[in-house]
């Protein structure tokens, strides 16, 4: 499966979620704390569902079109995931922003997100330029991190679309955060974030493995500048010997076709034995009717532009 959805949340679901941990937070995201804001949210939430869905078809087509083009899938897989009500809120709190939904609108452009994980470099900067050249699609911000790894060794490409998700009072134009990364790149981001946020180690322990991932992060993408250049010249091999093919295949077709003008020419030109025969009460009678009738070589070859004694080629299959 090319793409995991997760279902945007509905109002049951919030109504779930909706424990002590994080009731404070509510309280000041609405001080009414309202059944209403919450159908707000979950609306809203359906709306960036909307985008993501969008841009992940988007994606799977282009992947697709290589496919039918016996080209190399370009996408490895896909993720995608929206942004929890609990994150959203705590992402306002850390950036001192107001707790109100036009603030979420505002300010907060990763609700939709999706992770696209590429077998090469270069793929990744195909798929992102076919993706941003497209007409309903807006690029509102790249962060390019694999021509400048953060200094932790982080390495992709980050670009925020803005995508129209049409409901029944009209586009609503949207934000998806795509995060567009190799297999190597996201085999190391996934330790990396593992070490960041998910452990219980000494801190010098985690200082001397982040030394390490940056090291690796290094070594990571010089393998895969090796590997790129290794499918590159796969790539070039196969696109000229298809070229070649391409060719050839003209080539043939248009003899084909030379060889049956030929043949028809020949066919008029000449006078068939059976009519010959037919025709025929005396040798001297028959030999004048062949003189009249039949277009001498040379009247044949200047009238219908077709050499008369050719033999025709046999065509190659
Ligand atoms: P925030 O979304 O508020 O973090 O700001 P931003 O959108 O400007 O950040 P940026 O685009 O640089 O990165 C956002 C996302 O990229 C994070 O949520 C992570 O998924 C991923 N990311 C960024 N930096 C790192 C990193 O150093 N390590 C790992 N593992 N992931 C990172
Ligand atoms: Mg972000």
């Known amino acids: 499966m090319i793409l995991e959805r997760k279902k945007a949340p509905n109002i049951a679901q919030l109504g779930r979620q909706y424990d002590r941990q994080y009731e404070t937070m ?50 490895h897989h896909m993720e995608s995931r929206l942004k929890s009500l609990e994150s959203i809120l705590g992402k306002l709190q850390r950036k001192g922003l107001p707790l109100e939904l036009e603030s979420v609108k505002d300010n907060i452009r990763d609700i939709a997100g999706i992770r696209v994980i590429c077998n090469y470099i270069d793929d990744v900067y195909e798929v992102a330029e076919l993706l941003s050249k497209q007409d309903d699609v807006e690029v509102l911000r790249v962060k390019d991190y694999i021509k400048n790894p953060k200094p932790n060794g ?89 070229a070649i093919e391409a060719v050839a295949s003209a080539s043939r077709a248009q003899r084909t076709k030379e060889n049956a003008a030929a043949i028809d020419a020949l066919d008029t030109a000449t006078p068939t034995h059976d009519a010959a025969a037919n025709e025929a009460p005396s040798e001297s009678s028959s030999a004048k009717a062949a003189a009249s009738s039949a277009p001498s070589p040379a009247t044949l070859a200047t009238t219908k532009s077709v050499k008369p004694a050719q033999p025709v080629k046999p065509v190659r299959k």
């Open 26 to 75: 509510l309280q000041q995201f609405d001080a009414q704390k309202s059944f209403e804001t919450l159908s707000q949210f979950s609306a809203l939430m359906q709306v960036y569902a909307g985008a993501m869905r969008e841009i992940s078809t988007k994606l799977e087509n282009l992947d697709d079109e290589f496919q039918y083009r016996d080209l190399a899938n370009p996408i």
């Open 154 to 242: 982080y390495r992709s490409l980050h670009i925020i679309y803005t995508v129209p998700v049409f409901l029944s009072d009209g586009p609503h134009v949207t934000p998806v955060e795509v995060q567009f990364r190799t297999i190597a790149m996201d085999y190391w981001a996934s330790l990396e974030h593992q070490l960041r946020y998910k452990n219980t180690l000494p801190d010098t322990d985690i200082a001397e493995h982040s030394k390490t991932l940056l090291a690796v992060a290094t070594q990571l993408s010089s393998v895969e500048n090796a590997m790129q250049e290794i499918h590159r010249d796969i790539t070039r091999h196969h696109e000229t010997v298809d």
